[in-house]
């Protein structure tokens, strides 16, 4: 790069260092990049970009979180955020990524993080499940799905049943879809007690599912996100928690059923 | 790509006419009316990773539309190197939607690999004229199409400039073959916060590569205005475009509402409002009232970009 290349460079330093860190902006040099406009001043015409720069990826964040955002309150929410925008600024060309690291950063800045297990605040634990989930429905929204494909049928033979590819399981101590709903309903949720929640998403048609499951059934359909067949899975599910294997396979037959109807499965490519 | 053979490219490209933006809120209206709209603009980001609903909505439109491409993110402008996977993927979904062109802005959104997600000015100086030509030059060849470029909306001047921004363009122009999208709002909210004559500016501006218009609305905050994209186009503006008009001899023309968007028929009823401006004579629209400052207005809008996902969603009970 040539010297004049490295002038370029030093005004983007600048003005992105003024955007991230309004704070530490230095006033003189403001005055001496920046044209006197006819009315108001320099730093005045610079605080338009740094004001903004916030206000709009807090707006973007309230919009992919907004349960977390009920469940904090705007003003504590917007606190956790700024600070999230503030320790990792946005990197990628879609805003859609903005909040892919929020929940890991809440919980790597919670401030009882060195404390043991036990003494943790257990609102905080509710909040990263929260943030977790909304950022999972955030991502199935838009990942690809099996829309406009062939879905498996309850004549698909079982060893041949296949999990769709917009689909996640995942399991929090607290129940976050049932509290995320509630926000969606509008019937201001309070906070959850404290409760082994076991989730299984799924989109077909474009809408987003979540059902709640029990723990053999995540770990049933864990496996077989794994590349177990179902036959395999069941009785290696059944046996990890001790469940007599001629029950649990006389219950498949209806659990597949309704399975197959909210379009968890898809047939294996021969 | 060679700076002639660009601008032979340029001069093949349609006039669709008035178009809208492709927007979330409007995608249900659209699937069921197949409004007589001429084309739409669609925002790059939005698209070229969807694997949902907005790329099944996306590719329906552009069974019955012509679709233009417009993005956010390219960061022409910047000391960064070029994001060779993001140029990709813009040149996969140009090609997939068969889209009449795609565009960004003569700006830079970031650098260190940071994306502010806005749409930064740059000093109008020679060196970020090379600087500039120079990518231009390389995104073209990945694109296998002129990049179309826009003037962006400015708050603030470097006193380093030393080239006036139309002037600028026409370098840009001439070097590289590239066209241009010439936003008759952001001349306007440009030329107000510089203290410059926005008629002026587009009688310096190289026109004859203008290849689409934009119109929208702006907040007028007293000592200065802000692009906001949230309601009507002021009668300033349409004046504006009533000059621009001629001079391009009938680009084509797209309105952008970003903030507090109405229902379709309502962005539709507004673009209309430009063929009073586009003969000898305008129409005696009614005046615009443009809304004065609220506080916490921002610039560049982008939180429409954000998809309402809570909405498609439900929780299946036992």
Redesign the interface.
């Known amino acids: 790069m040539t010297a004049s290349g490295d002038q370029l460079k030093a005004v983007q330093h600048w003005m992105q260092n003024a955007l991230i860190a309004p704070a530490s902006s230095d006033p003189a040099a403001t005055e001496q990049l920046i044209q006197q406009p006819e009315t108001g001043n320099a730093a005045q015409r610079l605080a338009i970009y740094q004001r903004s720069y916030y206000d709009r990826l807090l707006t973007c964040m309230r919009e992919q979180f907004p349960a977390l955002c009920h469940a904090l309150g705007r003003d504590l929410f917007d606190d956790f955020t700024l600070d999230y925008l503030r320790e990792k600024p946005p990197e990628s060309y879609t805003l859609y990524d903005l909040g892919r690291r929020f929940a890991d950063h809440l919980a790597a800045s919670r401030p009882d993080r060195d404390a043991q297990d036990a003494d943790k605040e257990n609102w905080i634990d509710f909040m990263i499940n929260l943030a977790q989930f909304e950022r999972q429905i955030f991502v199935m929204f838009d990942a690809p799905g099996n829309e406009g494909k062939a879905f498996a049928d309850y004549e698909t033979p079982d060893d041949r049943l296949e999990l769709q590819p917009c689909f996640a399981i995942c399991a929090y101590g607290f129940p976050v879809a049932r509290y995320y709903h509630d926000v969606k309903a509008e019937t201001d949720p309070s906070f959850p007690p404290a409760e082994s929640s076991q989730y299984a998403l799924v989109r077909n048609n474009f809408i987003t599912r979540t059902l709640a499951i029990t723990e053999p059934q995540h770990r049933f359909l864990k496996l077989m996100q794994s590349g177990a067949s179902a036959p395999d899975a069941l009785v290696q599910s059944a046996s990890d928690y001790a469940l007599d294997l001629g029950t649990v396979q006389a219950n498949w037959a209806g659990l597949k059923q309704s399975w197959l109807e909210l379009g968890f499965f898809i047939e294996k490519r021969a | 790509m060679d700076q002639k053979v660009a601008t032979h490219m340029l001069q093949s490209l349609p006039k669709p006419g008035l178009g809208l933006g492709l927007r979330n809120v409007h995608f249900d209206h659209i699937l069921s009316t197949w409004p007589e709209v001429d084309w739409f603009e669609a925002i790059s980001?939005?698209f070229?990773?969807?694997?949902?609903?907005?790329?099944?909505v996306l590719d329906q439109v552009a069974e019955r539309y012509p679709v233009a491409l417009h993005g956010v993110?390219m960061s022409i402008g910047?000391?960064d190197p070029l994001?060779f996977n993001?140029l990709t993927k813009l040149k996969a979904l140009a090609d997939d939607t068969r889209a009449i062109w795609a565009s960004d802005h003569l700006c830079?959104t970031?650098?260190?690999?940071?994306?502010?997600?806005?749409l930064?000015p740059?000093?109008l100086?020679?060196?970020?004229l090379?600087?500039v030509i120079e990518r231009v030059r390389i995104v073209q060849d990945h694109l296998e199409r002129p990049l179309i470029l826009e003037n962006p909306s400015s708050?603030?001047?470097?006193?380093?400039?030393t080239l006036a921004e139309p002037e600028f363009f026409r370098h840009l122009g001439e070097e590289t073959g590239c066209g241009f999208l010439l936003d008759v709002n952001n001349v306007f909210v440009s030329c107000f916060?510089?203290?410059e004559s926005p008629a002026a500016y587009i009688e310096a501006f190289p026109c004859e590569r203008v290849v689409q218009m934009h119109v929208a609305g702006h907040e007028d905050c007293?000592?200065?205005i802000?692009d906001t994209h949230d309601q009507p186009v002021r009668t300033e503006v349409w004046q504006l475009f009533q000059q621009a008009w001629t001079k391009t001899s009938g680009a084509a023309t797209l309105l952008e509402w970003d903030g507090n968007i109405p229902d379709f028929a309502e962005c539709h009823a507004e673009l209309l409002k430009a063929r009073g401006y586009m003969g000898d004579i305008p129409v005696d629209a009614a005046r615009s009232v443009p809304q004065r400052s609220q506080a916490?207005s921002?610039?560049?809008?982008?939180?429409f970009?954000?998809?309402?996902?809570?909405d498609?969603?439900?929780?299946?009970q036992?």
Not at chain 2, 298 to 303: G, L, N, Q, V
Not at chain 2, 305 to 310: E, F, G, R, T, V
């Open positions: 980001e939005n070229m990773d969807s694997g949902g609903r907005p790329r099944h993110s910047s000391t994001n993001y830079w970031g650098i260190n690999g940071a994306n502010s997600h806005d930064l740059l000093p100086t020679e060196e970020a090379v600087h708050y603030l001047t470097f006193k380093q400039s916060n510089a203290g007293g000592a200065h802000i916490g921002h610039s560049t809008p982008i939180d970009l954000i998809p309402d996902a809570m498609q969603t439900e929780l299946v036992p």
